[in-house]
Nanobody, 127 residues
């Protein structure tokens, strides 16, 4: 079992960058596939990206590919989300999630695939 905790959110101007971190407790972090989601006010939770347990495979939602990059450091029990060229519409609460379910399935981009969720970190992009 893991408990993800996000950090690194804040206020940034449009065009800027932020790197979010998600640190998960538990000795078995390296066995979990991880995902990042976001939820803007009044909207559904949206899939951003996922990374498999070893970091050798990643997947992104098409609309964010090229601006956002997911990575992980298993030695630090941490997964990252590098966000570049931020836009006001990127304003949301960003959450990471963990799952022990197989990565090689399209379901990895769905909320129900993940068992453990962090509380989220707020990202606000000003125009």
């Amino acid at each position: 079992q893991v408990q993800p905790v996000e950090s690194g959110g804040g206020l940034v101007q449009a065009g800027g960058s932020l790197r979010l971190s998600c640190t998960a407790s538990g000795r078995t972090f390296s066995t979990y596939n991880m995902g990042w989601f976001r939820q803007a006010p009044g909207k559904e939770r949206e899939f951003i990206a996922a990374i498999n347990w070893s970091g050798s495979s990643t997947v992104y939602t098409d609309s964010l590919k090229g601006r956002f990059t997911i990575s992980r450091d298993n030695a630090k029990n941490t997964v990252y989300l590098q966000m570049n060229s931020l836009k006001p519409e990127d304003t949301a609460v960003y959450c990471c999630a963990a799952t022990s379910r197989p990565f090689s399935t399209l379901a990895r981009s769905t909320k129900s695939w993940y068992d453990y969720w962090g509380q989220g970190t707020q990202v606000t992009v000003s125009s």
